[in-house]
Structure formats: C-alpha cells, structure tokens
C-alpha cells in the first residue's frame, strides 16, 4: 500500500539532490573542463491497490554529464593543428625578421662589399679604398655568420622547447593512467552511475595532451582511455604509459630527434610526429630553420668561390696574382651513429666548375651491396652518384666530390651537408690592403704612332695559373677590320690573323697558345672607335700591379653575376630568394594559423553549448527544485499530521 510518508520523503531527497547537482552546476561555471551535470530522476515502482496503481514517490538514478564526444574529438584535432601552427609560426616569425632586415643585414651587407669594388675601380691605387674593400669584406663575413649564429641559437631554442615538451606528455601520460586507475575502480564500485568529475578531469588532461602531439584514443569496457600517438605508438594503454626521450640525431649530435620506448625496442619517431607543438616544434627544424642555413651556406659558399677565384685572376700592388680574399669550410659529411665499418669520408673544395650544381638539399649516402646510393635527405629522391670514391675518381653528386679513406661496412651511411656549417666559417683571409688585386695582371696599350682615335680596354684574363707565363703581344691592324695577334712564347713567334666586326666595339681574344696563361689560356680586350690600318697595340705583363682597375670592375660584377643554380641566378638573387622564401612560408602560416584560430574557437563554442554552464538556466533549475523541495516538505507535514491523528484516533478507542 501506498504510503504518503515515504513518498514524500522521497520527493525531498530527491529535490535535495537535484539541488545539489544544481549548486554544483554554479559552483564550476567557470572551471575549465567541467562539463555541465544533469540529475536523473525516476519514479518509483507503483503498489496495486482497490484496483489501480499508486505511486510510491520518486528516485535520483543517475546524474550525467552533458558531452558530446564528436563535438569533443573535434575540439582536440583542431587544438593539434593550432598547437603546431602556433610553434611553427613562433620561431618562424624570429627567422623571418633575422633574414628579411632592412637595414644591417646580410642584403645591405652585400650591397655595401660589392659597391666598395665599385669606388676602388674609380681610383685603385688608393689606400683608403684598399682598406674599405677589405672592411667592408670583413663586415660582409660577420653578417653572415653571425645570422647562421642566430639561426643555430634558433634551431637550439627549439631542442630546448622539445626537450620541455616531451616531459608535459610523459607527465600528461602518467596523469591520464592514474585517472584511469581510478575511473575503472570508481565504475566498479558504484552503483551503476559514472565518475563524471573524474572523466571532466581526464577530457581536459586529454584535451592539453592534444595541444602538444596528435592524439588518438579508444574507450575500454571498464572506462580507461588508451591513447595513441605517430603512426599508433601506444602512450597509455589502461593504467601503463610508454615514455617518450629526445635522443641526438644519428648524424648530427646539436639535432633533437624523438625516441619511443626503451632498451631493444626503442625507435625514432621523429617523422610521425607531425601534430601539436611537438610537431610544429620538429617541423620548423627541419623544414625551415635548417633550409634556411642550408640557402644562406650557399650563398656564402658562392662569394667565397667567386670572389677568390676573380682574386686569382688580378694582380695585387706586389704584382702577384690574388690571394683568397674569404675562407669557408668545405662540405660535411656525417657518419651515422650505428656505422660498423672504418670509412669516413672528405668533401673536396667547391670551386667555380661545380659552383653551378651546389644546391641548398642535404643528402644521405649509404653503401649497400658494395655499392654507393643517394638521396635527398628531406624528400628521400634518389640522386645519381658517379665515381668509386678513389681520390682519381670520387663519389660525385650535387657538384660534390667525395674521397672515401677506410673500408665501409654494409649498411653504413653518412649524411652530407654541403653548405649547412659554411655560413658560420665564413672568415676574411686576407688582412693586407695591398694584396687586393684590383688590376689586370696583363696591360694593354695603344701605339704613340696609331693614327686614328681606336681604343683598347684593359685584357680580361680568364684563367691564370702561372704569372711568369704572362707574355707579350701585339696587335697590328692591316685595315680597320682585319689584324694579326702576335705572341712571343719562350720557343717560338705564334701569329694569328682575325676580323673585327665594326659598328660596334669589337672584341680581340687572344689564341690558345700551349705555354701561355697556363694550359689553353687567353685574354679578351675589346677595340674601341675605328681602327686604321697600321694602328697597333701591345698587351703585356703588369709589371707595377696598379694604374689599372679591370679586376676592380670584374669583382664589382659579381655581384649579380649568375653563377648559381645552374646558372640562373647571382649572389644577391639567391639571398632575396632566400628571404622571399622565408617570408612567404612566415606568412601562409600566419594566414593558416589565424584560420585555425576561428575554428578552434567555433569548436570550443560547440562543446561549450553542450557542457558549458548556463547561469541562467541553473537559476532556473535552482527555483524550480527549491519549490519542489518546498512543496515535498509541506508534503511531509501533511503526512505527519495525518499520522498524529491516526494516533489519536487508536488512542481515544
């Protein structure tokens, strides 16, 4: 039978209740990751009586969260791409702003060294522009290195952030296992309801964990989350975890690779880690940092290469030919950590006939079946290797040349970085302003007897290995557009005839005679005006080594001379590719990132309109229950006086 009494206690208890659920909804409206809490109420089984049902009152059964997990999993994804967006565009933007200066950087820098050569020209036996050309090398050379300086601090501030990053997850891991623990002991315990404080704490571990590395994540039966990460590296089945180090690089110790497990099963797992700033972290390594030093080594490379080489070419005040003006280190090739065999292998020079094929990719050589392979370090395309490694036949690829001394064992692998250190080396070589060699070391005249007006420029001297092998020569002309080029060699009298194109200045080249300017050399000078017949011109050693600027002016034009990349592009080209590179990545991530940012904040709303709190509607709910908690305790008077009466009744009999 029915009984008034307990059906309103029942009633009280379970208003009490849902007034607690509601008081608990207010508490946590601004706790991040709680979600909102509904109190469950059922009424209770009815007793049959006269004929009909009564009820017996009402029952809280459960209280549940409101969630919406795809709204969730959402949430979490889009929180691993901004994380990693965010990292990238964090030290992407301090690169950009180290490359891209105006005023003091290598650009300007560059600028200034060139127009230095420029003023020399204007007056090369001055001291002052001697000692200018030699400062602005050096200020040129500093800029240099100290911006792959930078980028090394750089590229140690990520390791720093990756080392820190690694720690949170293993520390997030161990969290999200303990409250494993705890949920699957808490569900087996209870009456059937679910720890719903438990799992708001775990969603917003989970949520954190997202930010750092792409997650992925399965549900057990007893309420224990796994979670997932890379290629499906387990980080936490139930209540165990798996640790994640940072180990060196297997090539390179001053780079941070990301290591999965311990003991024999340990793996590298850099390559899967692509989401969360941990990924942005490696990726703004690896894709934007280490190209960047790899483009500006290049570009070192090219000056050094380009302008020793013109330096060759020229006669300094001492009348010699040109000393190095610059100092680079060479290309670097990198064991592997795990090589067996005894090889190691040494890069020879970049010079002026390989400069052209250099390009700014790193590249991984292994030895395999007795044989060399090679591939891009960043894409892994294969790259043709020619040469046996000989010091008569080296491993060449990329405009490298390769010496292998030692004996490789199966398996083994190096990784070849031709201009990764080469920014950094950059040094000035020469320190004394009388060696820039500023002049031809061959100089040309025009006879006191010619006739006409004709001009002859200083002689350009391609190649010169040998400046005792400087001899004289003359120039006759027979009209004004035949001539004969005389030149006296130690042995013999070599005459050649030719026929100068007029209308325009015409250009002399001298015969690839053996014995002159080294092996098949020569020199250009270029005939000015209108020659008449029996004008003459002589073109001879320069003895004094000044009065002369053609050198000066081949220097000055290097600057846009189109030596790199096959050929397409000069110094300054390939600097402000560097920098339009750079800046446009910068900026495509700034647009993503921003992008990313509003949908993150669309998702945040959406679980928020699910499992935030509306004060509001709690206010509501909180009137609501309080009138019924009123309502049920009248109930309970009711039923108590109904009971005193009773009593009375009986007793009055």
Known sequence: MADVFDTAVSGLVAFQNALAVTSNNIANSTTAGYSRQVATLSERTPDATAGTFIGNGVDVTGVSRAFDQFAVNQLRTGTGVLGQQTAFLGIANQVDSLVGGSTNGVSSALTSFFNSWQTLASNPSS???????????????????????????LNQNANSQIQSTVGTINTLAASI???????????????????????????????????????????????????????????????????????????????????????????????????????GLL??????????????????????????????????????????????????????????????????????????????????LRFQGGAWSASIASTGQPVTVTGTGSAGSPLSFGGLSLVVTGAPANGDSFLIEPTAAVASSLSVALTDPSGIAAASPLASAA???????????????????????????????????????????????????????????????APAVAGVLGSGGGWTVTIGGTPAAGDSFTVSPNTTGSGDN????????????????????????????????????????????????????????????????????????????????????????????????LIHAFGGV
């Open 283 to 364: 990726q703004v390594s690896s894709t934007l940092i280490q190209p960047t030093l790899n483009a500006l080594g290049q570009v070192a490379t090219g000056l050094s290469v380009l302008v020793n080489n013109q330096q060759a070419q020229g006669f300094d005040l001492n009348a010699t030919l040109g000393k190095p003006l610059f100092s680079i280190s060479p290309p670097a090739a990198l064991g592997a950590a795990s090589n067996t065999g005894t090889a190691t292998l040494t890069a020879k020079p970049i010079d002026t006939s390989t400069l052209g094929q250099l390009t700014t990719s790193n590249y991984v």
């Open 550 to 645: 053609s050198n000066a002016l081949a220097l000055a034009a290097l600057q846009n001379k189109a030596a790199l990349a096959a050929g397409t592009v000069g110094l300054g080209g390939a600097y402000a590719n560097l920098v339009n590179v750079v800046g446009t990545e910068t900026q495509q991530v700034t647009q993503a990132q921003s992008a990313q940012q509003s949908l993150v904040t669309q998702s945040t709303q959406a679980v928020q309109n699910v499992s935030g709190v509306n004060i509001d509607e709690e206010a509501a709910n909180m009137l609501r229950w309080q009138e019924a908690y009123s309502a049920a305790a009248k109930l309970v008077s009711t039923a108590d006086s109904m009971f005193q009466t």
């Open 177 to 279: 296992a303990k409250l494993n623990q705890t949920i699957a002991v808490s569900a087996g315990n209870g009456p059937g309801g679910s720890p719903n404080d438990l799992l708001d704490q775990r969603d917003q571990l989970l949520t954190q964990l997202s930010a750092l590395t792409s997650v992925k994540t399965n549900t057990e039966s007893n309420g224990a989350v796994d979670v997932f990460i890379g290629n499906g590296q387990a980080l936490v089945v139930g209540t165990q975890t798996t640790q994640l180090t940072t180990v060196p690089n297997a090539y390179d110790g001053t780079k941070l690779d990301v290591s999965y497990g311990s003991g024999a099963t340990t793996q590298v797992i850099t390559g899967s880690l692509t989401g969360g700033q941990l990924g």
């Open 447 to 509: 006879a006191l007897a010619n006739t006409s007006n004709a001009t002859i420029s200083a002689p350009t001297v391609p190649n010169v290995s040998d400046p005792s092998l400087l001899l004289p020569a003359s120039i006759r002309f027979l009209s004004p557009s035949t001539y004969t080029v005389t030149t006296q060699t130690s042995a013999s009298t070599s005459v050649t005839s030719g026929v100068l194109t007029l209308g325009a200045n015409g250009v002399i080249t």
């Open 127 to 153: 001291a002052s522009n001697r000692q200018n050309v030699i400062s602005q090398a050096q200020g040129l050379a500093s800029s240099i290195s100290q911006t792959a300086g930078q980028l090394d601090a």
